[in-house]
């Protein structure tokens, strides 16, 4: 399909994409990748009167060591976070995450902040944010503000963001030598996750969840993300792991059976024995291993 007129801005910097929001308010929209406005676009699902070109603004696109934490532009893209030698030390699981996106064209346009700023409950990077527990800084004409991951998410693609912010940087906390793990079901490598969980354990153990509702991810950990008790879930420590996460016994009614009932459609093999789906993966010590058990009752 085509997408409604509007017209189209470049920004050189930051600050120029912030006046242009400013000026513009909620008829403008900024356009990084497009692997997402683009789409929604074509499909009128979006119809932008301005759409303000930041693809440019080189100097969004970094990842630093900020001391305490990996500092990340937000134009920074996919392919630039799953070859980044500072995030396979202090940040594994975001960078593994990122290797997981769609394919390698997407890999190559997408952005973080892009990605973090749609606010799509099926994407995978924001899961990786949650579990590690990260934040988001926004840039508006009323000045700076960060927000915590856990913040940042309020809906199905509906953020903390303002009209007039833009995403300048994400911050993750450093997490050398932390165990870690992506689980994401999909019937095809490069597909968008059926369902899919992320998790950090160390001494604040987080589960950050994917495509499980509408209501994006969760960290359950800090926060009893699955309501009614239908379907147990145990996450398995290796026995040299330090800490236990506090959600030993999460539990749910929506998420885990979807994620029992998708591995068992994709499996011939758990079709005949849908007792105890499990994946277990992680490139790193310190691996978990997920357990979703069939209710009893
Ligand atoms: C074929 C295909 C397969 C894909 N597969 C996956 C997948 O498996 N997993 C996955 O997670 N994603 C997947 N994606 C989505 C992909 O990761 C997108 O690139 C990403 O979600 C959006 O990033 P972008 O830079 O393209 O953002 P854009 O599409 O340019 O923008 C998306 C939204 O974010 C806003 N925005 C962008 N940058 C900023 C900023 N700095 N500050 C404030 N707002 C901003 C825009 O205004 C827009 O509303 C796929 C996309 C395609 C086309």
Avoid at 27 to 32: F, G, V
Avoid at 186 to 212: E, S, T
Avoid at 269 to 289: F, L, N, Q, T, Y
Wanted: with cysteine; net charge neutral; aromatic share 4%.
């Amino acid at each position: 399909m085509i997408p409604a007129a509007f017209d189209y801005q470049v920004a050189d910097s930051a600050d120029a994409a912030i006046a242009a929001l400013a000026e513009h308010g909620d008829d403008a929209k900024l356009l990084a990748g497009g692997h997402s406005l683009i789409p929604l676009m074509r499909f009128r699902l979006a119809t932008p009167g301005v759409v303000v070109d930041i693809g440019r603004i080189s100097d969004l696109s970094y990842i630093n060591d900020g001391g305490d934490h990996v500092a990340i532009g937000a134009m920074t893209t996919h392919r630039a976070l799953e070859t980044s030698e500072l995030l396979a030390v202090e940040a594994p699981l975001l960078r593994h995450v990122a290797g997981q996106v769609g394919d390698p064209q997407v890999r190559h346009r997408g952005t973080l902040g892009g990605s973090l700023a749609h606010g799509d409950p099926a994407s995978d990077l924001p899961a990786a944010l949650l579990a590690h527990g990260g934040s988001v800084v926004a840039r508006s004409p009323g000045g700076e503000r960060e927000i915590a991951a856990t913040d940042f998410f309020t809906g199905f693609l509906e953020t903390a963001l303002g009209a007039d912010e833009i995403i300048t940087e994400i911050r993750i906390p450093k997490a050398a030598g932390v165990g870690w793990s992506y689980q994401k079901f999909n019937r095809r490598a490069q597909d968008w996750a059926i369902v899919g969980a992320a998790v950090m354990l160390g001494d604040d153990p987080k589960v950050a969840l994917v495509n499980m509702g509408s209501a994006r991810c969760v960290t359950a950990a800090s926060r009893p993300a699955l309501p009614a008790a239908v379907v147990p879930m145990r996450l398995r420590l290796p026995v040299t792991t330090p800490t236990r996460p506090r959600i030993s016994t999460p539990t749910s009614s929506i998420a885990s059976t979807l994620l029992v009932s998708s591995s068992v459609a994709a499996s011939p093999r758990h079709r005949a024995d849908p007792i105890k789906p499990s994946w277990s993966d992680g490139p790193v010590e310190g691996r978990c291993k997920l357990t979703f058990d069939r209710p009893s009752n």
